[in-house]
Nanobody, 123 residues
Framework: QVQLAESGGGLVQAGSSLRLSCTAS????????MAWFRQAPGKERDFVAA????????RYAASVEGRFAISRDNDKHTVYLQMDSRKPEDTAVYYC????????????????WGQGTQVTVSS
């Protein structure tokens, strides 16, 4: 059974940094592209960032380009999202997702999802 477990969320002040982690089990991590999405209250789940199987190619949403960085450690079956210069509009539940294709920025194409981790940015 595939499981994706996010961690690292919390309450932070605007301008601060935070790193989210997503650990995968039940799949061979290096065979999957990984991504982060986020969903703010009352809004749809939006693409944030994606990384390919080996970690050498990435994609970002325009809203986070230059502030967030996605990376992965296949030996640890973990993907990370480093979030710097955080803004109140970054407040959302952040979800990890896995798919064999890259780049995929459409949430409906992802087969595997984590339960999400809440990130709240105070002004």
């Amino acid at each position: 059974q595939v499981q994706l477990a996010e961690s690292g969320g919390g309450l932070v002040q605007a301008g601060s940094s935070l790193r989210l982690s997503c650990t995968a089990s039940g799949l061979t991590c290096r065979n999957y592209a990984m991504a982060w999405f986020r969903q703010a209250p009352g809004k749809e789940r939006d693409f944030v960032a994606a990384i390919n199987w080996g970690g050498r190619s990435t994609r970002y949403a325009a809203s986070v380009e230059g502030r967030f960085a996605i990376s992965r450690d296949n030996d640890k079956h973990t993907v990370y999202l480093q979030m710097d210069s955080r803004k109140p509009e970054d407040t959302a539940v952040y979800y990890c997702a896995a798919d064999r294709s890259f780049p995929v920025m459409t949430r409906t194409q992802y087969n595997y999802w984590g339960q999400g981790t809440q990130v709240t940015v105070s002004s």
